[in-house]
């Protein structure tokens, strides 16, 4: 047992565990020597409080004042916490404050507000429109319409059964008859389809299994808060992730609340950035989670040229097919338009109500006689123009509602008179017309309402219609435009260090639909369109085709980007891709005959015979792939900000999204290869020289000079660590490589710490640099040989050391004593959702409403399967 070590405050680098009951506290603890000889700082954790019985993900939170017990419960999570100290390592964990599970049994505060209606006392926990049904609250469970469901209604004392369903009555209501027993509750079972236009309670954008919570209200924020605050100042747990902070009523005054509670304690948030957005300034976090750093990392290494013809290639291909993600901006605006009258419905209609009260009650004339129909038609048109994901009280809404946008959604109306309704709504969200309750609450709505359709509307469904390349279509990127220059680049990294440098990145997570290492590999085909077309006829012309060309396109791609796997994984990946899409099938209107055909399609073509032509094709690209995977995370880790790793990421990672980025992960690796020393060199590095990256860091762009400079990106942080990668190498090896390309050193000599013995200095040939590898990391060295990979300042707890040279030796990385071994191939991830409402999850990926529990038996089906949590 080794000496137990403070964990730095702000984190050097993450290491993401996903939690489970498979996989749960003391599964954790079993690889934390191997986590530690890393060179990681931090264990990142899944949420860690009660959660659904089973969840496979945790943000289905049904008690905030207990650890959850099928993880090991408190006492669990306080030993892991020791176990990591004594390796020197700190606990991130992900905190859920905007939605709780609709699980009326296992939630007590939900229960409660059920049985005893708006004057309970956790009546003010939820966001329910009690008026909207009567006084009653809507509840989805119901796998028909309630005639013929009642059968299975059953008064068992003091509850209500509806097959794995329970749910409280109202007191004194027991001896009622069924139906005037219903009628009596707080309550109203009603057919799952009901939610998509009847909901009466805010939830998790479309998935009516997560029920909103008010975190404004202080009481709520100190009731759902009091075991993490606990866990912090007790000191099991050093930092915080906030998910979906964009669906709170007030995402600042809940950030600034949860800063001073914590006392500010090192805390990053889920905050989607768009393309050219920026975090607010005023919010008192570290940063995002990261994912505007994958968006620049994933644009790096895509070819802007390339991905012009590739789209060309697509749309010739998919011809003459329309509405078929041939055009970005059209493929959401039609996406939003979908969301907004199908999954949105009821957010919508309740959002008109807000307007038509305070447009019917306004001192103002000119706000009287609008029609409601009229004000819902100026909310769709101005929600599906918005290019952000909601307006924020601290900012300008005028730059997020434009007047521009006002100009295109007049354009809707045939009546001139009929259009002033979109600049009555506008002046609404810009608070021009009052700042009384109700005024707040309409834009507090729309900002809600906004965030929602933005995530259903570009993740969940035009990323899954937009298929040209589908490395573009992650979390945080622009399809549109996926290609980002080395000076773009640059200038995001030096605003980070700037204003965020030590907020998170990323660039694979338990939400990208790809994981880094297969988005690399696709950003290979934006050199070689080509090629990449030619062998699509090639494989297309015989046999099936696919059902639509444009799933034969996504399906192609997806396996060249995941190389060799089953059908199995390829299947679930492409039936998630069509029923997102929803263009032929969906999770709530399946079309079993269509999924057929696609998994046939599957079996017989990217799976079957033709898919060996696909995959020599991939070999004979080898050499870029590998460039790509090496850049991209050599990037990550030395770029400003602090660096996040999924698990098993740490070696080649191949994944499709989830359930497939779940899959169990071996610790240690069986063969961390090149990648995993790489890893180790740039984690363990940030460890001895934290000053190198924080936040009194520097980064300064280095520019090569010489006929192919573009193809070499480089900066120094802090005049002491120098990285080096190789960009677009296919194009660089057809324009006949690096020849007279130079990059000057800074001042000093440089050790490269991937393979040591190689020293630079001076102006430096990129040819000799590049030599071993597609990339290089350089430390400057004053007369000493720097510690590097070989690690003199090895974690405790590890036998011997590993040099980078090491590592690939399929013993794994740093020679650990055997302890995380032996949890092998049981790291666990998220098992394959389960189909009914059981299955909910925290991300996009799901549609308004599954088929609640237990009605499968009675022939109704929902969505099934759910998204990525």
Same mark, same amino acid.
């Given at each position: 047992?080794?000496?137990?070590?403070?964990?730095?405050?702000?984190?050097?680098?993450t290491?993401?565990?996903?939690?489970?009951?498979?996989?749960?506290?003391?599964?954790?603890?079993?690889?934390?020597?191997?986590?530690?000889?890393?060179?990681?700082?931090?264990?990142?954790?899944?949420?860690?409080?009660?959660?659904?019985?089973?969840?496979?993900?945790?943000?289905?939170?049904?008690?905030?004042?207990?650890?959850?017990?099928?993880?090991?419960?408190?006492?669990?999570?306080?030993?892991?916490?020791?176990?990591?100290?004594?390796?020197?390592?700190?606990?991130?964990?992900?905190?859920?404050?905007?939605?709780?599970?609709?699980?009326?049994?296992?939630?007590?505060? %939900?229960?409660?507000?059920l049985?005893? !209606?708006?004057?309970?006392?956790?009546?003010?926990?939820?966001?329910?429109?009690?008026?909207?049904?009567?006084?009653?609250? /809507?509840?989805?469970?119901?796998?028909?319409?309630?005639?013929?469901?009642?059968?299975?209604?059953e008064?068992?004392?003091?509850?209500?059964?509806?097959?794995?369903?329970?749910?409280p009555?109202?007191?004194?209501?027991?001896?009622?008859?069924?139906?005037q027993?219903?009628?009596?509750?707080?309550?109203?079972?009603?057919?799952?389809?009901?939610?998509?236009?009847?909901?009466?309670?805010?939830?998790?954008?479309?998935?009516?299994?997560l029920?909103?919570?008010?975190?404004e209200?202080?009481?709520?924020?100190?009731?759902?808060?009091?075991?993490?605050?606990?866990?912090?100042?007790e000191?099991?747990?050093?930092?915080?992730?906030?998910?979906?902070?964009?669906g709170?009523?007030?995402?600042?005054?809940?950030?600034?609340r949860?800063?001073?509670?914590?006392?500010?304690?090192?805390?990053?948030?889920?905050?989607i950035?768009?393309?050219g957005?920026?975090?607010?300034?005023?919010?008192?976090?570290?940063?995002?989670?990261?994912?505007?750093?994958?968006?620049?990392?994933?644009?790096?290494?895509?070819?802007?040229?390339?991905?012009?013809?590739?789209?060309?290639?697509?749309?010739?291909?998919?011809?003459?097919?329309?509405?078929?993600?041939?055009?970005?901006?059209?493929?959401?605006?039609?996406?939003?338009y979908?969301?907004?009258?199908?999954?949105l419905?009821?957010?919508v209609?309740?959002?008109?109500?807000v307007? #038509?009260?305070?447009?019917?009650?306004?001192?103002?004339?000119?706000?009287?006689?609008r029609?409601?129909?009229?004000?819902? +038609?100026?909310?769709?048109?101005?929600?599906v123009?918005?290019?952000?994901?909601?307006?924020?009280?601290?900012?300008?809404?005028?730059?997020v509602?434009?007047?521009?946008?006002?100009?295109?959604?007049?354009r809707?109306?045939?009546?001139?008179?009929e259009?002033?309704?979109?600049?009555?709504?506008?002046?609404?969200?810009?608070?021009?017309?009052?700042?009384?309750?109700?005024?707040?609450?309409?834009r507090?709505?729309?900002?809600?309402?906004a965030?929602?359709?933005?995530?259903k509307?570009?993740?969940?469904?035009?990323?899954?219609?937009?298929?040209?390349?589908?490395?573009?279509?992650?979390?945080?990127?622009?399809?549109?435009?996926?290609? #980002?220059?080395?000076?773009?680049?640059?200038?995001?990294?030096?605003?980070?260090?700037?204003?965020?440098?030590?907020?998170?990145?990323?660039?694979?997570?338990?939400?990208?639909?790809?994981?880094?290492?297969?988005?690399?590999?696709?950003?290979?085909?934006?050199?070689?369109?080509?090629?990449?077309?030619d062998? %699509?006829?090639?494989?297309?012309?015989?046999?099936?085709?696919?059902?639509?060309?444009?799933?034969?396109?996504?399906?192609?791609?997806?396996?060249?980007?995941?190389?060799?796997?089953?059908?199995?994984?390829?299947?679930?990946?492409?039936?998630?891709?069509?029923?997102?899409?929803?263009?032929?099938?969906?999770?709530?209107?399946?079309?079993?005959?269509?999924?057929e055909?696609?998994?046939?399609?599957?079996?017989?073509?990217?799976?079957?015979?033709?898919?060996?032509?696909?995959?020599?094709?991939?070999?004979?690209?080898?050499?870029? %792939?590998?460039?790509?995977?090496?850049? +991209?995370?050599?990037?990550?880790?030395t770029?400003?900000?602090?660096?996040?790793?999924?698990?098993?990421?740490?070696?080649?990672?191949?994944?499709?999204?989830?359930?497939?980025?779940?899959?169990?992960?071996?610790?240690?690796?069986?063969?961390?290869?090149?990648?995993?020393?790489?890893?180790?060199?740039? /984690?363990?590095?940030?460890?001895?020289?934290?000053?190198?990256?924080?936040?009194?860091?520097?980064?300064?762009?280095?520019?090569?000079?010489?006929?192919?400079?573009?193809?070499?990106?480089?900066?120094?942080?802090?005049?002491?660590?120098?990285?080096?990668? +190789?960009?677009?190498? %296919?194009?660089?090896?057809?324009?006949?490589?690096?020849?007279?390309?130079?990059l000057?050193?800074?001042p000093?000599?440089?050790?490269?710490?991937?393979?040591?013995?190689?020293?630079?200095?001076?102006?430096?040939?990129?040819?000799?640099?590049?030599?071993e590898?597609?990339?290089?990391?350089?430390?400057?060295?004053?007369?000493?040989?720097? +510690?590097?990979?070989?690690?003199?300042?090895?974690?405790?707890?590890?036998?011997?050391?590993?040099?980078?040279?090491?590592?690939?030796?399929?013993?794994?990385?740093a020679?650990t004593?055997?302890?995380?071994?032996?949890?092998?191939?049981?790291?666990?991830?998220?098992?394959?959702?389960?189909?009914?409402?059981?299955?909910?999850?925290?991300?996009?990926?799901?549609?308004? !409403?599954?088929?609640?529990?237990?009605?499968?038996?009675?022939?109704?089906?929902?969505?099934?399967?759910?998204?990525e949590?």
């Amino acid at each position: 047992m080794t000496p137990e070590r403070p964990a730095p405050t702000v984190p050097t680098a993450t290491y993401r565990l996903q939690l489970q009951p498979e996989f749960p506290f003391g599964a954790a603890a079993e690889v934390v020597p191997y986590l530690a000889s890393l060179g990681v700082s931090h264990l990142h954790l899944s949420p860690v409080l009660e959660a659904v019985p089973g969840s496979a993900h945790g943000y289905d939170v049904v008690d905030h004042a207990r650890v959850r017990e099928e993880l090991g419960g408190e006492d669990g999570l306080r030993a892991l916490s020791r176990t990591a100290r004594e390796y020197g390592l700190g606990l991130v964990v992900d905190i859920v404050p905007n939605h709780m599970a609709m699980a009326p049994r296992h939630n007590r505060a %939900l229960w409660e507000v059920l049985r005893e !209606g708006p004057k309970s006392p956790y009546a003010r926990w939820f966001d329910i429109d009690w008026e909207a049904q009567g006084g009653q609250v /809507l509840l989805p469970v119901l796998g028909g319409p309630l005639g013929a469901e009642i059968g299975h209604l059953e008064v068992d004392g003091d509850v209500l059964r509806y097959h794995d369903h329970v749910l409280p009555l109202r007191e004194g209501t027991e001896e009622l008859p069924l139906p005037q027993l219903l009628d009596a509750q707080w309550y109203r079972p009603a057919w799952w389809r009901l939610a998509r236009t009847e909901l009466n309670y805010r939830r998790f954008f479309s998935i009516s299994e997560l029920v909103g919570v008010r975190v404004e209200d202080p009481e709520v924020f100190e009731a759902t808060h009091a075991k993490i605050l606990q866990l912090l100042h007790e000191g099991v747990v050093d930092g915080l992730r906030v998910d979906h902070p964009d669906g709170l009523a007030d995402p600042e005054g809940y950030l600034e609340r949860l800063h001073e509670a914590t006392g500010g304690r090192w805390t990053v948030v889920e905050k989607i950035l768009a393309d050219g957005e920026h975090l607010p300034a005023s919010w008192p976090v570290a940063g995002t989670t990261g994912y505007d750093a994958l968006r620049h990392v994933d644009g790096l290494f895509t070819d802007p040229a390339g991905a012009g013809e590739l789209l060309a290639r697509y749309r010739r291909f998919a011809a003459p097919q329309t509405d078929r993600g041939g055009d970005w901006a059209a493929t959401v605006r039609r996406a939003g338009y979908r969301v907004l009258s199908h999954e949105l419905a009821a957010e919508v209609d309740r959002l008109t109500r807000v307007a #038509v009260r305070l447009c019917g009650t306004a001192p103002d004339p000119g706000l009287r006689d609008r029609a409601p129909w009229a004000l819902r +038609t100026a909310l769709r048109e101005l929600l599906v123009r918005l290019e952000v994901y909601r307006p924020y009280a601290s900012g300008d809404a005028a730059d997020v509602v434009t007047a521009q946008a006002a100009a295109e959604a007049r354009r809707a109306f045939v009546v001139p008179e009929e259009a002033g309704a979109v600049d009555v709504v506008r002046d609404l969200v810009l608070g021009r017309h009052g700042d009384g309750p109700g005024h707040v609450e309409f834009r507090t709505r729309f900002a809600q309402t906004a965030s929602a359709l933005r995530a259903k509307s570009v993740e969940d469904t035009a990323f899954y219609r937009y298929v040209p390349l589908l490395s573009g279509t992650e979390v945080g990127g622009n399809p549109g435009r996926p290609a #980002v220059s080395p000076a773009d680049f640059h200038a995001h990294c030096a605003r980070v260090q700037r204003d965020w440098p030590v907020g998170g990145s990323v660039v694979t997570t338990h939400d990208t639909k790809r994981s880094a290492d297969v988005r690399a590999a696709l950003a290979v085909l934006t050199e070689c369109p080509g090629p990449w077309a030619d062998v %699509l006829a090639e494989v297309t012309s015989d046999g099936d085709g696919g059902p639509d060309a444009q799933l034969a396109w996504a399906a192609w791609q997806t396996v060249f980007g995941l190389g060799p796997a089953s059908p199995e994984r390829v299947d679930q990946a492409l039936l998630k891709q069509v029923r997102e899409a929803g263009l032929f099938t969906s999770w709530t209107e399946q079309d079993p005959a269509y999924e057929e055909r696609v998994a046939r399609f599957v079996a017989t073509g990217p799976c079957g015979a033709p898919g060996e032509r696909m995959a020599a094709f991939r070999d004979a690209l080898e050499p870029h %792939l590998r460039a790509n995977v090496l850049g +991209t995370a050599l990037v990550q880790l030395t770029m400003p900000g602090v660096p996040d790793l999924y698990q098993g990421t740490e070696a080649e990672y191949r994944a499709l999204v989830d359930p497939d980025n779940r899959r169990p992960v071996r610790f240690p690796p069986t063969d961390p290869g090149e990648k995993g020393a790489l890893t180790v060199a740039a /984690l363990r590095l940030r460890g001895r020289r934290p000053e190198v990256f924080g936040d009194a860091a520097t980064y300064a762009p280095l520019p090569a000079e010489g006929a192919a400079a573009a193809h070499c990106l480089a900066f120094v942080r802090s005049a002491t660590v120098l990285t080096a990668v +190789t960009r677009l190498s %296919l194009r660089l090896a057809e324009a006949g490589g690096w020849r007279d390309t130079r990059l000057s050193l800074p001042p000093g000599r440089w050790a490269d710490l991937l393979a040591p013995g190689r020293e630079f200095e001076g102006h430096t040939r990129v040819a000799d640099l590049f030599a071993e590898r597609p990339v290089a990391l350089l430390e400057r060295i004053d007369g000493k040989q720097p +510690t590097g990979a070989e690690g003199t300042t090895e974690t405790a707890g590890t036998a011997g050391t590993a040099g980078a040279a090491g590592i690939a030796g399929a013993a794994g990385i740093a020679g650990t004593t055997g302890t995380a071994g032996a949890t092998g191939a049981t790291g666990a991830t998220e098992a394959a959702e389960p189909a009914g409402a059981s299955g909910t999850a925290d991300r996009a990926g799901t549609a308004e !409403g599954a088929a609640p529990e237990g009605a499968a038996g009675t022939g109704a089906t929902g969505e099934g399967v759910t998204g990525e949590a």
